[in-house]
């Protein structure tokens, strides 16, 4: 049987509460005892309650004036650093709340992002529904994807000479005056590179303001090679 999450409030049931603070008092003073034993701290616990005519305390009086006359030779500067009350401890946890859910809020817009990319390059979806926040937000995510594939491109072709330079286009040769003598001429140059990508730019902004078949370029011909786009 699981044990049920207990409730942090006051509890209005005096037998209840009174129950509920001889059994926590008990468990804290021994989790004390083992935090003091198997770490080798100096630790104590004074404890006052409605229930009790003196104040509980371990390990003893020696022990706790001890512990606290050890906390007073600390400047005042250093022991207020790791000081909590109820309020602070709150606020703190509050605080560390609110950032794992902006964390967590900023993941899921990601998530939704992608999936609405993935459903206009599939033709599943299309843009024209989108608010302004929602197109800032596919776009930036766009330009972050092209960049991500930019930069793995150049990784690879570092990594592996040899693969891209055979994965590069045949060069051309071009007979100059009809004798034997020839010129290679490179098929691919950087202006054509250039071309290529403005015009595939060009294309993905067409297709975004107007997805369609026939401006996904599928079939032996495409532009955008996707594995969600077969061959026609």
Not at 4 to 17: C, E, G, H, P, Y
Not at 108 to 120: D, G, I, S
Not at 139 to 147: N, R
């Amino acid at each position: 049987m699981t044990r049920q999450k207990v409730k942090l409030a006051f509890i209005t049931n005096d037998s209840a509460r009174k129950a509920t603070y001889k059994k926590r008092k008990k468990g804290l003073m021994k989790k004390v005892n083992e935090l003091s034993t198997l770490c080798g701290i100096d630790a104590c616990a004074i404890i006052y309650s409605p229930y009790e005519p003196q104040p509980e305390i371990w390990p003893n009086n020696i022990g706790v004036q001890h512990v606290i006359a050890r906390f007073k030779r600390i400047p005042e500067m250093e022991r207020s650093k790791n000081m909590l009350n109820q309020e602070s401890f709150i606020r703190k946890q509050v605080t560390k709340t609110n950032e794992q859910l902006k964390k967590q809020m900023k993941e899921n817009r990601e998530k939704e992002m992608t999936e609405v990319m993935y459903q206009c390059l599939t033709g599943k979806g299309s843009i024209e529904n989108l608010t302004l926040p929602d197109l800032k937000d596919l776009g930036e995510l766009v330009d972050q994807t092209l960049k991500d594939i930019s930069r793995r491109i150049e990784s690879l072709k570092i990594a592996n000479p040899n693969e891209a330079a055979a994965a590069a286009p045949p060069l051309q040769q071009a007979v100059v005056g009809g004798s034997s003598s020839s010129m290679v001429v490179d098929n691919v140059s950087g202006r054509d590179e250039m071309q290529r990508g403005t015009q595939t730019t060009q294309w993905f902004t067409d297709w975004m303001n107007n997805p369609s078949e026939q401006n996904l370029g599928l079939g032996p011909n495409r532009i955008w090679p996707h594995p969600f786009f077969p061959d026609c």
